[in-house]
């Protein structure tokens, strides 16, 4: 009788299985991309009527708010590219992204607090 065991391990050696990507994961990507515009499409509106109905404050605060809009449009539109070759490539990498939605909350947070600090600081 043998000395071995009867189930050997090998030399680390992995077996390359491929991801399945179903369907709905596109869509959601999509679905995530349109819900980002959206609020872009918000944040914008608000911009252009403070822009129109504002005085020099408003005006101020409509462009930082453009600013802080176009920068999550751009935002969203690379974050979408990026999870769409990822998800085309089939790779098992984490789809999120958490560094990019705090960078942008920080900013919009800094607009609204310049908007009130200029708003009760103006005579």
């Not at 969203?76 to 958490?98: C, E, M, Q, V």
């Amino acid at each position: 009788m043998s000395t071995q065991p009867l189930l050997q391990r090998t030399a680390q050696k992995r077996i390359a299985l491929p991801v399945r990507v179903e369907p709905k994961v596109f869509f959601a990507n999509e679905r995530t991309f349109l819900s980002w515009l959206h609020f872009t499409v918000v944040l914008g509106g608000l911009s252009v009527g403070l822009l129109n109905f504002g005085d020099k404050v408003g005006k101020i605060s409509a462009g930082m708010f453009s600013l802080v809009a176009v920068a999550i449009m751009i935002y969203a539109l690379i974050t979408f590219h990026w999870r769409a070759n990822a998800i085309r490539k089939r790779s098992g990498a984490p789809y999120d992204d958490r560094l990019g939605p705090t960078i942008l909350c920080i900013a919009l947070l800094a607009a609204i607090i310049v908007n009130f600090i200029l708003r009760f600081t103006a005579d």
